[in-house]
C-alpha cells in the first residue's frame, strides 16, 4: 500500500504534518477531512529501492528494516559478481543514505578489512544486526 506525506489544519488553525498508508490520494484525503481537517498538501512518499543510489548521507535517526534489506540485496549482488567483499561494503557506505547505517558499514567494512569475516563484524552491532541475519551470513 502506498505512503503519503500530508500537511493539514486543524479546528484551531495550527499546521500538522505526518505519514499515512492509504489506498490512494483520495482514500487519505477523504480520511483526514473526516477527522476535521483542512487538506494543505498530500504528496505520495516513493520507496528508495535503487540498486545503487546517487543521493549523499542524510543524517539518519533509526535504522529501518527496509534499508538493511536494500543494503543486503545490494551486497549479495555484488559479491555474487564477483566485487570483492571490502569493495563492496566500501561502495555501499559511500551509497547509504541514513548516516547511522553509512558509519556502522564503515566499522564493518574496517573490521572485515583487518581480518574479521563478515558475521564477525556484523555481530558486533547486535541493535541493528540480529542474531538469525548474523547466522545466516555465517552459514
Known amino acids: 500500500m502506498p505512503e503519503f506525506e500530508y500537511v493539514v489544519k486543524d479546528k484551531e488553525g495550527k499546521n500538522l504534518s505526518g505519514r499515512k498508508e492509504a489506498g490512494n490520494v483520495n482514500d487519505i484525503v477523504g480520511a483526514l477531512r473526516q477527522q476535521g481537517y483542512l487538506i494543505i498538501?498530500?504528496?505520495?512518499?516513493?520507496?528508495?529501492?535503487?540498486?545503487?543510489?546517487?543521493?549523499?548521507?542524510?543524517s539518519g535517526g533509526k535504522i529501518k528494516a527496509d534499508e538493511l534489506v536494500v543494503f543486503s540485496r545490494q551486497l549479495a549482488t555484488m559479491v555474487e559478481a564477483g566485487v570483492p567483499l571490502v569493495q563492496s561494503l566500501n561502495i555501499l557506505a559511500e551509497q547509504v543514505e541514513n548516516a547511522n547505517l553509512q558509519r556502522i558499514i564503515m566499522t564493518v567494512h574496517d573490521d572485515v578489512e583487518s581480518g574479521k569475516n563478515l558475521s564477525?563484524?556484523?555481530?558486533?552491532?547486535?541493535?541493528?544486526?540480529?542474531?538469525?541475519?548474523?547466522?545466516?551470513v555465517k552459514a
Open 41 to 58: 498538501r498530500v504528496t505520495e512518499v516513493k520507496p528508495k529501492m535503487a540498486l545503487f543510489s546517487q543521493k549523499g548521507a542524510k
Open 120 to 136: 564477525e563484524a556484523l555481530e558486533k552491532h547486535k541493535k541493528v544486526f540480529s542474531v538469525l541475519f548474523v547466522n545466516m
